[in-house]
């Protein structure tokens, strides 16, 4: 869709995205002159017939879909989750036996 053939010989046009979908909106104006502008962008009316379905399809995947805002979540390997799992035990452990020894000291000080 983006290779569209110019009215002189077999050079290729290159439009980008941002460049069909102004051609879509000025074509989109009630009155417009669809057939110079897309003359002037070197396209046929079956480039504008096939733009309108594929932003139609975007549109309408988009709006089934929608995209969710914020950080996106990181998908972690299982053996990772287990290895982190096994950290944080061995962390409240090593925790509770310094808060016992810190008891244990507190009730010699006393």
């Known amino acids: 869709?983006?290779?569209?053939?110019?009215?002189?010989g077999t050079k290729k046009m290159k439009l980008t995205a941002d460049q069909l979908y102004m051609i879509y909106?000025?074509?989109s104006v009630p009155?417009?002159?669809v057939r110079t502008i897309l003359e002037r962008n070197g396209m046929k009316?079956?480039?504008?017939?096939?733009?309108?379905?594929r932003i139609k399809e975007a549109v309408l995947?988009?709006?089934a879909n929608p995209s969710k805002r914020g950080k996106k979540k990181a998908v972690m390997p299982?053996?990772?989750?287990?290895?982190?799992?096994?950290?944080?035990?061995?962390?409240?452990?090593?925790?509770?036996t310094i808060g016992y020894e810190l008891?244990?000291?507190?009730k010699k000080t006393s």
């Not at 009316?45 to 379905?53: N, Q, V």
């Not at 008891?103 to 507190?106: A, H, I, P, R, Y």
Request: glycine share 2%; aromatic share 4%; proline share 4%.
């Open 1 to 8: 869709m983006t290779d569209l053939q110019q009215d002189q």
């Open 25 to 27: 909106q000025e074509c």
């Open 31 to 33: 009155g417009a002159p």
């Open 45 to 53: 009316p079956w480039h504008l017939i096939a733009l309108k379905k």
């Open 61 to 63: 995947t988009e709006l």
């Open 78 to 96: 299982v053996e990772e989750v287990y290895k982190l799992e096994k950290e944080l035990s061995q962390t409240k452990d090593a925790l509770a």
């Open 103 to 106: 008891t244990l000291l507190k």
